[in-house]
């Protein structure tokens, strides 16, 4: 060990040089190098985060569908936009931590799979050489618990922003929204299904391999018809052949759905001033619910929805508000 001019502290070992601002930075990065040495790890070049995502995800890919693997990119990205260019060697457990921050309002289930994720790829690191210990697996590295899988319905809010913020995705929001429309029959919808002032649900889209499938919706009572309600009519001029087309005007893949929804959540994050979070399901709910909460018909409601009978409705969809609670105690008081 040497202290030079300049005030750094030097270590040498096998010939190479360890420089520090102290003597126990100097010592500790040699100390490492010993290690790295006495246990075979061979780290002949440093890689950064986004090198080692885009070596890993081809081995990842082995064995898992299609839409698992978009996944994977999809989860992946996500790190790689918060610590993608940091070495890997250098990745702290207060970065994963920030990485968690991109997870707020997502479901217990998709962060459980991102851990699995992150810790996966680390060990991947720790096996070729580019780490020596696993960040995610420590304590300070912990996500945040997530959302229940059930779904929910919509803030007054979310429900504003939704019906006033532009976005590509906004059309196929509302029809979800303000008419119960699943994900599919909405990426199936065109633009010729609706007219003489009603919504003809007869197709939806399934994915296989991340292709778009068309095909008859989900059971007889599915393929329906209903009003088009008056909050849809304005955004029928945006509708050329398909209510969310991709790039090409096609129906999306569901890597282009994904992603378009991930957008469409961070600009109603940007104009709310916070994280706004809900699942395309969630849509569907609050339609019921709202419907509810302003005395539409139970059988009407189960017509709207195309279900073939009332307990799918009663035991999943409806969530009685507060609202509906004080609507009952005002008729209860009269």
Same mark, same amino acid.
């Given at each position: 060990? =040497?202290?030079?001019?300049?005030?750094?502290y030097? *270590?040498?070992?096998?010939?190479?040089?360890?420089?520090?601002?102290?003597?126990?930075?100097?010592?500790? @990065? $040699?100390?490492? *190098?010993?290690?790295?040495?006495?246990?075979?790890?061979?780290?002949?070049?440093?890689?950064?985060?986004?090198?080692?995502? !885009?070596?890993?995800?081809?081995?990842?890919?082995?064995?898992?569908?299609?839409?698992?693997?978009?996944?994977?990119?999809?989860i992946?990205?996500?790190?790689?936009?918060? /610590?993608?260019?940091?070495?890997?060697?250098?990745?702290?457990?207060?970065?994963?931590?920030?990485?968690?921050?991109?997870?707020?309002?997502?479901?217990?289930?998709y /962060?459980?799979?991102? @851990?699995?994720?992150?810790k996966?790829?680390?060990?991947?690191?720790?096996?070729?050489?580019?780490? $020596?210990?696993?960040?995610v697996?420590?304590?300070?590295?912990?996500?945040?618990?997530?959302?229940?899988?059930?779904?929910?319905?919509?803030?007054?809010?979310? #429900?504003q922003?939704?019906?006033?913020v532009?976005?590509?995705?906004?059309?196929?929001?509302?029809?979800?929204?303000?008419?119960? %429309?699943? $994900?599919?029959?909405?990426?199936?919808? @065109?633009?010729s299904d609706?007219?003489?002032?009603?919504?003809?649900?007869?197709?939806?889209?399934?994915?296989?391999?991340?292709?778009?499938?068309?095909? $008859?919706?989900?059971?007889?009572?599915?393929?329906?018809?209903?009003? %088009?309600?008056?909050?849809?009519?304005?955004? %029928?001029?945006?509708?050329?052949?398909?209510?969310?087309?991709?790039? !090409?005007?096609? #129906?999306?893949?569901?890597?282009?759905?994904?992603?378009?929804?991930?957008?469409?959540?961070?600009?109603?994050?940007?104009?709310?001033?916070?994280? /706004?979070?809900?699942?395309?399901?969630?849509?569907?709910?609050?339609?019921?619910?709202?419907?509810?909460?302003?005395?539409?018909?139970?059988? #009407?409601?189960?017509?709207?929805?195309?279900?073939?009978?009332?307990?799918? #409705?009663?035991?999943?969809?409806?969530?009685?508000?507060?609202?509906?609670?004080?609507?009952?105690? =005002?008729?209860?008081? =009269?």
């Open positions: 060990m =040497s202290k030079q001019a300049n005030g750094l030097r *270590y040498w070992y096998k010939g190479k040089q360890f420089w520090g601002k102290t003597d126990p930075e100097a010592k500790q @990065k $040699r100390d490492d *190098y010993k290690y790295e040495c006495e246990h075979g790890i061979d780290r002949p070049e440093q890689i950064t985060v986004f090198d080692l995502a !885009n070596q890993w995800l081809p081995v990842a890919k082995a064995g898992v569908s299609n839409g698992t693997y978009n996944q994977y990119a999809t992946l990205e996500k790190m790689t936009d918060t /610590i993608g260019n940091k070495l890997v060697s250098a990745v702290t457990s207060a970065d994963i931590k920030k990485i968690w921050t991109g997870f707020v309002g997502l479901s217990q289930s /962060i459980s799979k991102a @851990k699995f994720l992150y996966s790829f680390f060990q991947y690191a720790i096996d070729n050489g580019y780490c $020596r210990t696993n960040p697996t420590a304590d300070s590295a912990k996500p945040h618990r997530g959302t229940k899988g059930t779904h929910r319905c919509l803030s007054d809010e979310e #429900i922003l939704i019906e006033n532009p976005h590509r995705v906004q059309a196929a929001a509302m029809f979800m929204l303000k008419a119960g %429309l699943r $994900r599919g029959e909405v990426l199936a919808l @065109k633009r609706i007219h003489d002032g009603r919504i003809h649900v007869h197709n939806a889209v399934k994915f296989v391999n991340n292709r778009p499938v068309v095909g $008859r919706t989900k059971n007889e009572s599915s393929d329906r018809s209903l009003p %088009l309600f008056a909050p849809l009519k304005p955004f %029928l001029q945006h509708v050329d052949k398909y209510v969310l087309p991709d790039a !090409n005007g096609e #129906i999306c893949s569901e890597t282009a759905f994904q992603r378009a929804w991930e957008s469409y959540l961070h600009t109603l994050s940007v104009v709310a001033g916070h994280p /706004i979070s809900f699942r395309p399901h969630d849509l569907r709910h609050t339609f019921v619910t709202t419907g509810r909460d302003k005395g539409v018909d139970l059988r #009407i409601m189960v017509d709207w929805c195309g279900h073939s009978s009332e307990r799918m #409705i009663m035991q999943i969809y409806d969530h009685p508000s507060r609202k509906r609670e004080e609507s009952a105690v =005002s008729l209860m008081d =009269s």
